[in-house]
């Protein structure tokens, strides 16, 4: 029996990692592809469409480049189909600070952080057990490395202001690993595998990192 990716019932599907629809038509050979049950294939999952929407709404190369805008443009429409998850995307604006060439640029942004959580938590898992050929299970925490929440009252510009120093020493972890990927302007990964945990860092479109620290419980 294949078991799924993420909670080791039985898979009656294939999850691409990451989603297939991040990259334009003309990239899609020979993906990552993980064994899944029915509720871990997040590919139609409003989580899935969340995920794309944030991460390619950021990055210049999809506002610059036809195909990439296309596929941007298919996803607004679909999103517009489904009133739950416009509603999700229209109220959880929240203020981040965002690194632009060493300069703090200040942009107003929606956030569903329990959303994109969950779409790392995925690809993070699905990247784990490519690696691996095992399941991982434990706890997952998610570093993003550009981007520092702050709420209303700016509290946690601090955080931000160490910001560096901590993105220097996660980092730190992946000194010895080579990305890969065999569409890299669109999506690359690097990791460290250790005893009990892992580290996992995703670069999206050139520019967008997310890092992903995977625990044993
Ligand atoms: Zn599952």
Redesign the pocket.
Known sequence: MNQ??????E?VTKEHVPPKSMFPSHMRQDLIKVP?????NNEKSGNDEYFRYLVMGQSKIVMSQKRFKTLLNNLLRSIKRKPALTVALLNTKKKIRIMDNGNIVENTIKVDEVRLNDSLEAISKGIYYFECNQIFNGITQIYALDVAFTDNNDREILYFENQKEVNRKILNNFKDAQFKGNNPIVFKYRNVIQEKSAFIHLRFYNEIDYVIGLYEA
Do not use: E
């Open positions: 799924c990716y993420f909670c080791g019932k898979a899944s049950c029915k509720k871990h």
